[in-house]
């Protein structure tokens, strides 16, 4: 097989065509005094799979919670395939869900339990044994179909959640926080194995979570919510390579923030003014900025070369003085002050073994960074 | 610590139980006297619990007692367990501090309060009292012991597990039937066994409710004992004791072996 680039990448939210598969309106969600969702519009597309991603608090489980159909909106329309789910109950959507705690029956066995809604249905008995079947297939639990939720370990626990959740062909499946009580080694390989079902059975996928690296890894899409507004919604790549706010930019990954005045310089760029008497940071803004405007610089440490001396290959350099290194076996982290009191930290790859990683605490050295290697973003 | 029963706590024990259980056992020794006086030990002798079996009167009580005890109790779980369930699921909604504290109110009511009222309100619907009115009665003031061990259980429920049946297809009662119910028995039936050994040995609302044709068992003891106690009744009363006993240890065990079951789980749900 030719191992070519696929012409067609799966982004159905460039499409114009595309009908969305869940749409929300205008929807706001109030507990009380308390608004949970405000005033939130947003399309998920059929076969992506969605990170609603947030601090606790923000809003995600809420939005979770409405397409399963357990909270109304308090006003504004929720679309599933075109149809306003408002009135519909939970048990006449699907839609099923994945919970946080898997919220499996402890009475009924591995196999009862995937059963469970298939029997609610009215299917027959033959092809209800044989859906049954092909989940502990796909979740690899035929071993365990005749043990108890408690018989099992907290891992197969969850693929009996997720064989459950999916038994039933739902058009969506909702995921919250459904990783969270694994450890980080089985919270991994699940991940993956989680991308993989999902592309096996073709179904539609939203998944709540607040662990960045998590929503990362399995996500088409993120959504960056907090205090009941979705802040963005773009690839992972788009959002970790071009945040639209401090507030994404920060809550992604590490990020340095210099704030700063903009100046215009040649061929579209700007200079930010940071500090009295350091050089400005020349830097490639997205929108148009208005000399003298506020802005902030965000640049992630991985993009800032720490030497000796000045890369004069690239258009910035700072001096700077190390005041930590955090060494973590595949990188360096490097906590550095420049001379206007600024605190950075770059990030190194210890790509060879034995090499000599020979910074240490108070020296003075060089950052480097391209034009391009931070955002300019505007509050 | 120093865990050794010393001569102090030994001392307590000894005297908190002969407190507790010295009457009942001087009663289930001398249900076995020979002797028709009561408080003359004449030798060892069953002969009681015969004669009993051959008492028609006690024989009927005994049975109207176990039929309203069982049928008082049955109703009381219902009823207990769907208050219970409301109070615990319905989430704040106008009047529930009221209405928990309506149902609970009977636990501290005296008995004679309950017993009048019930017996007026009897009287002002005109209906005759029997084995219908004791079971009317006795479930009444069963039900709030029902409610009170079936919340409890509610409270640690976790609540998803009722959301994951209706995300699953079922209707509320499916879900309740089918998921919340199993999981509760254990709850039920020691509430079920509270209710029915309540009824079994009440009397003060029972003598208020019954009429002239239906004598539970306690009432005839009662009655039958101003006449002047006879060895019978001492052979009744420990075979009521035994019944009663049965009863309390058998629900203990049952919710005491869930709660063993369900940390159980969550021990092994942590471990693994």
Redesign the interface.
């Known amino acids: 097989m030719a191992q070519s680039k696929p012409q067609n990448v799966f982004a159905p939210w460039n499409d114009p065509q595309e009908k969305p598969l869940i749409r929300f309106q205008n929807v706001t969600k109030r507990f009380g005094t308390f608004t949970a969702i405000d005033n939130l519009t947003l399309d998920i597309y059929r076969r992506e799979f969605f990170a609603l991603l947030g601090p606790s608090g923000c809003g995600k489980t809420t939005m979770m919670r409405m397409l399963a159909g357990f909270e109304t909106p308090t006003e504004g329309t929720i679309l599933i395939d075109g149809v306003d789910v408002g009135p519909i109950p939970p048990n006449k959507r699907a839609v099923n869900m994945m919970f946080q705690s898997y919220a499996l029956f402890p009475h009924l066995t591995v196999e009862d339990n995937i059963a469970f809604g298939l029997r609610r249905d009215k299917t027959d008995r033959s092809s209800i044994a044989d859906r049954v079947s092909e989940m502990l297939r796909l979740t690899r639990l035929e071993k365990f179909a005749k043990r108890k939720p408690h018989q099992i370990s907290g891992g197969q626990r969850q693929r009996v959640a997720l064989a459950r959740s999916l038994a039933k062909a739902p058009k969506l499946l909702l995921l919250d926080e459904p990783l969270g009580a694994l450890d980080r080694k089985l919270r991994e390989q699940t991940q993956f194995e989680l991308m993989d079902i999902q592309e096996k059975t073709g179904t539609t996928f939203v998944i709540v979570t607040h662990d960045q690296e998590e929503a990362m890894t399995v996500a088409s899409r993120v959504a960056v919510m907090d205090h009941g507004k979705v802040i963005q919604v773009d690839t992972p790549a788009g959002i970790y390579e071009t945040p639209n706010s401090v507030y994404v930019a920060d809550f992604i990954g590490d990020v340095n923030i210099i704030r700063g005045k903009a100046h215009p310089a040649d061929g579209g760029l700007i200079r930010i003014h940071y500090a009295e008497g350091a050089e400005p940071i020349l830097a490639t803004p997205t929108q148009p900025v208005a000399a003298g405007q506020d802005v902030a610089f965000a640049i992630r440490p991985e993009k800032i070369v720490v030497a000796w001396e000045p890369d004069h290959s690239r258009a910035n350099h700072a001096r700077g003085k190390i005041i930590d290194i955090a060494y973590l076996g595949n990188i360096s982290t490097y906590h550095l002050e420049l001379p206007s009191g600024q605190k950075v930290s770059a990030q190194m790859t210890n790509a060879r073994r034995l090499a000599r990683r020979d910074f240490t605490w108070d020296d003075e050295v060089w950052l480097s960074w391209s034009d391009t290697a931070g955002v300019v973003l505007q509050d | 610590m120093n865990r050794r029963l010393t001569w102090f706590n030994a001392t307590s024990l000894t005297l908190g139980f002969a407190f507790l259980y010295l009457p009942m056992l001087i009663l289930i020794i001398f249900s076995f006297n020979e002797s028709k006086l009561v408080t003359v030990w004449a030798g060892f002798s069953p002969k009681w619990y015969g004669e009993l079996l051959r008492n028609e009167q006690f024989l009927d009580a005994a049975w109207v007692t176990l039929k309203v005890a069982a049928l008082s109790s049955t109703l009381a779980t219902v009823l207990g367990t769907m208050a219970a369930y409301v109070l615990v699921r319905a989430g704040r909604f106008p009047g529930r501090t009221l209405f928990s504290g309506m149902i609970y109110a009977p636990l501290v009511m005296p008995e004679v309060i309950t017993g009048l009222s019930l017996l007026l309100l009897f009287i002002a619907i005109g209906l005759d009292r029997g084995v219908f009115t004791i079971v009317l009665a006795h479930t009444t003031f069963a039900m709030c012991y029902v409610s009170v061990v079936v919340s409890s259980r509610l409270m640690t429920f ?1 609540r ?2 009722e ?9 509320p009662f ?1 879900a309740f039937r ?2 919340t119910l ?2 509760i028995t254990p709850a039920v039936i020691s509430g079920w066994l509270l209710a029915f050994t309540l009824s079994l040995d009440d009397l003060v609302i029972a003598s208020f409710a019954s009429g002239p044709s239906s004598t539970t068992l306690p009432i005839k003891i009662f009655s039958a004992v101003r006449l002047g106690v006879s060895p019978e009744i001492n052979a009744l009363s420990t075979i009521m004791i035994g019944i009663v006993a049965v009863g309390v240890i058998t629900a203990s065990l049952v919710s005491k072996r869930a709660i063993q079951r369900q940390r ?2 969550e021990v ?2 942590v471990r ?1």
């Not at chain 2, 959301?163 to 297809?169: I, M, N, R």
């Open positions: 976790d998803s597990l959301e994951a049946a209706l995300d699953l297809g079922c209707t499916e089918l998921v199993p999981i159980r789980e092994e749900g693994a």
